[in-house]
C-alpha cells in the first residue's frame, strides 16, 4: 500500500546542548546552519523559547510531560520518572501513532520507553542514580560526573568519539525508521523523536565540520568574565572547576569552533532526515518540530556549560514546520518546553481526526497553536523555568514576561534584565528603583509559582532516597537498567524461511511493478 494514504506523521529533531544564539537563524552570523535555516524560514520561529530547566533530564522530563519539573520532579541528571507519568508518547499512542524514539532521552529508572512503542538505539546516558547531587554538601565537587575544563582546553577536531559514534548511530537509525515506515503496511501515523547528544561538549569536532569555518574569524564571547560575578555564576565557577587551568583566548576560540562544527553536523542530520521523508513521498503530510534541550554559556561570563537562566544557557531553538497548516513567520512571546505536549496533541488531532485522550496529569504547559496560526494566546507572554540540581543549593526560577527576565532564589540576590535593552544580561534592574513595582510583581509572581521551601526539602529528601538506593543497587551483582535494542536477526534481509520474491517486493518503496512470470 502506498505511503500516500498514511496520515500525517510528526519527526522531532532535538539537538543536545543547542543555543538558540549559535544559529543563522536566530541572528548569528558566523556559524554554518543551512538546514536549520530553511526550515526556520518556511516555518513558525520561536524567537523566546526556553528550556523548562537547563539540565539534560530535567528539560527533558518537561518536554515529554509537559509539567515543570517541581511537577514531575525531574529534578536533575538522576531524577526517577516513574512508568504511570504520561508523556506525549503515551497520549499520541491513545491518538492513533506509532511512536518511536532514536537516540538521547536520558530517562532514569527501569522503564527506558516512556510510552514509546519502538526504541531503536541506547541511550548514551546512564539509566541509574549515580549522579545524584547532594545539596547537603553543596561546596563538594563530584569529580566523578561534574564538568571540568577538559573539552574547553582539548577542543579541537577528532574523528571519532564516544558522542560522534552515538549520533553516527542515532542519525542512521531514524532514516531507517522512515524508510521502515513507507514501506510497511502499517497504516498508523508515525510520531519519530531523532535526538541527538550533539553540539554538547566534548567540543570536538570532525575534520569537514572544522573546515568550515576556515578563514572566518570567530569572536570571542560579548561578556568577558567580570570581576564581580553574581552569587550563581561563582557556583557555576565553583562547579565546572574554572580556575583548576588558565584557558587562554585561543582555547575560548578552538572550543567555539568546534562547537559550532558540531551545530554543522546535526544541521546537516536534519538535512538527511528531510531528504528521505522527500525521497518517501511523505514531507509534505510529516510536521517537523526543531528543538534543544537546554544551551551553552560558551565562554559568556567566563561560563561554559548549561545549568544557567543566562541567555545562552537556557534560550534555545524552537521551530514548528507544517507549511501546508502554518505561514512562516516568528513568534516574540515568550514559551518554553512545557508546550510542546500539548501542542503536539494539537497537531495530531487536526492532521489525523483523532479524538484528543483525557489528560491525566494537570499540564504546565499550554498549546502554542494559536501563536502558530498569527493569533495572539491571550495569556501567553509569560513562561517560567525551573533549576533544583548541581550547582544550587536552593530552588532558582526564573519568570520571562514580556522583554523582561526575572531570576530569584532565596540564597542569592534578585535579578531582573531587561532583554531589549540589555540582551547581555549586564545590567541588574533589581536594586534599580524606577523598578521597583515591576520587582514587587514578579516576587508576588514566584510565590504564586511555587513554595520555594517546601520545594527545597521535596528536593533534598528525594537525593537522599535515591543515593541511599544507589548504594544499595551497587553492592554485589550490579543490574542495569541501560536500554539494549532488542533485534531479531533471523527476520531481517534474507532467511530460508522467508519467500524471498516476496520478501524483496514488500521490502522495496515504492513497490516495483508486478512480477507475472508465465510459468514458474
Keep these: 500500500m502506498s505511503s500516500h494514504h498514511k496520515a500525517n506523521n510528526i519527526l ?126 553543596p561546596n563538594d565537587r563530584i569529580d566523578l560526573w561534574y564538568h571540568n575544563m577538559s573539552s574547553v582546553k582539548q577542543a579541537g577536531v577528532a574523528s571519532i568519539t564516544n558522542q560522534l559514534a552515538f549520533d553516527d548511530e542515532v542519525g542512521s537509525q531514524a532514516m531507517r525508521v522512515i524508510f521502515d515506515h513507507a514501506r510497511s503496511e502499517d497504516q498508523r501515523p508515525l510520531c519519530l523523536v531523532a535526538s541527538f547528544m550533539h553540539p554538547h561538549d566534548p567540543y570536538a569536532t570532525r575534520q569537514k565540520y572544522w573546515d568550515l569555518y576556515e578563514g572566518t574569524e570567530l569572536s570571542l564571547p560579548s561578556v568577558s568574565r567580570p570581576a564581580e560575578q553574581d552569587a550563581h555564576n561563582k557556583r557555576l565557577e565553583s562547579v565546572i572547576a574554572l580556575d583548576a587551568v588558565p584557558v587562554s583566548d ?67 531553538p524552537l521551530i514548528v514546520h507544517q507549511p501546508s497548516r502554518y505561514q512562516a513567520r516568528r513568534v516574540s512571546q515568550p514559551v518554553a518546553q512545557v508546550d510542546v505536549l500539548p501542542t503536539l496533541l494539537d497537531i495530531a488531532h487536526e492532521s489525523t481526526g483523532s479524538e484528543k485522550p483525557a489528560i491525566i496529569d494537570p499540564l504546565s504547559g499550554r498549546s502554542l497553536q494559536a501563536l502558530c496560526e ?92 535515591r543515593r541511599a538506593v544507589h548504594a544499595a543497587l551497587r553492592v554485589g551483582r550490579y543490574q542495569s537498567w541501560d536500554f539494549n535494542p532488542p ?8 532467511r530460508s524461511h522467508l519467500d524471498l520474491t516476496k520478501f524483496d517486493i514488500v521490502s522495496r518503496h515504492p513497490r516495483p511493478k508486478p512480477f507475472e512470470p508465465e510459468f514458474t
Excluded at 110 to 130: C, K, M, N, S, W
Excluded at 394 to 410: N, Q, S
Excluded at 430 to 441: E, S
Aim: with cysteine; glycine share 6%.
Design 250 to 316: 585561543k582555547e575560548i576560540i578552538a572550543a567555539r569552533r568546534a562547537y559550532y562544527g558540531n551545530v554543522s553536523y546535526v544541521d546537516e542530520w536534519l538535512g538527511r532526515l528531510r531528504a528521505t521523508l522527500e525521497e518517501c513521498g511523505i514531507a509534505n503530510n510529516t510536521a517537523i518540530v526543531f528543538t534543544s534541550d537546554h544551551g551553552d554559556m560558551l565562554g559568556e561570563f567566563g561560563l561554559w556549560y548549561k545549568m544557567s537562566f543566562r541567555e545562552w544557557a537556557c534560550r534555545i
Design 374 to 465: 498569527g493569533n495572539s494566546a491571550g495569556d501567553l507572554n509569560r513562561t517560567v523555568s525551573e533549576y533544583c540540581a548541581e550547582g544550587a543549593v536552593a530552588p532558582m526560577l526564573m519568570i520571562r514576561e514580556g522583554h523582561f527576565k526575572y531570576i530569584c532564589c532565596e540564597s542569592d540576590q534578585d535579578q531582573l534584565f531587561d532583554l531589549s535593552a540589555d540582551p547581555n544580561e549586564q545590567t541588574n534592574l533589581a536594586t534599580d528603583a524606577n523598578h521597583a513595582d515591576r520587582l514587587h510583581t514578579f516576587q508576588q509572581q514566584a510565590r504564586q509559582h511555587w513554595d520555594a521551601r517546601e520545594v527545597k526539602a521535596a528536593v533534598i529528601a528525594d537525593q537522599q532516597r
Design 487 to 494: 533485534r531479531d536477526a533471523s527476520m531481517e534481509y534474507s
Design 12 to 137: 522531532i529533531v532535538m539537538a543536545d546542548q543547542l543555543t538558540a544564539l549559535a544559529l543563522g537563524c536566530y541572528g548569528n552570523t558566523e556559524v554554518v546552519s543551512p538546514h536549520i535555516d530553511n526550515l526556520a524560514q518556511q516555518g513558525v520561529v520561536f524567537d523566546a523559547s526556553y528550556s523548562s530547566s537547563p539540565l539534560c533530564t530535567p528539560a527533558r522530563y518537561a518536554f515529554m510531560t509537559g509539567q515543570n519539573i517541581s511537577q514531575c520532579k525531574g529534578y536533575d541528571n538522576a531524577a526517577y520518572m516513574p512508568a504511570t507519568m504520561p508523556t506525549f508518547a503515551h497520549y499520541l499512542r491513545l491518538m492513533g501513532f506509532k511512536t518511536c524514539l532514536s537516540g538521547k532521552m536520558h530517562f532514569v529508572g527501569p522503564d527506558q520507553l516512556h510510552g514509546f512503542e519502538e526504541r531503536v538505539t541506547t541511550d548514551i546516558y546512564p539509566a541509574d542514580f549515580g549522579w545524584v547531587p547532594d545539596w547537603n554538601n
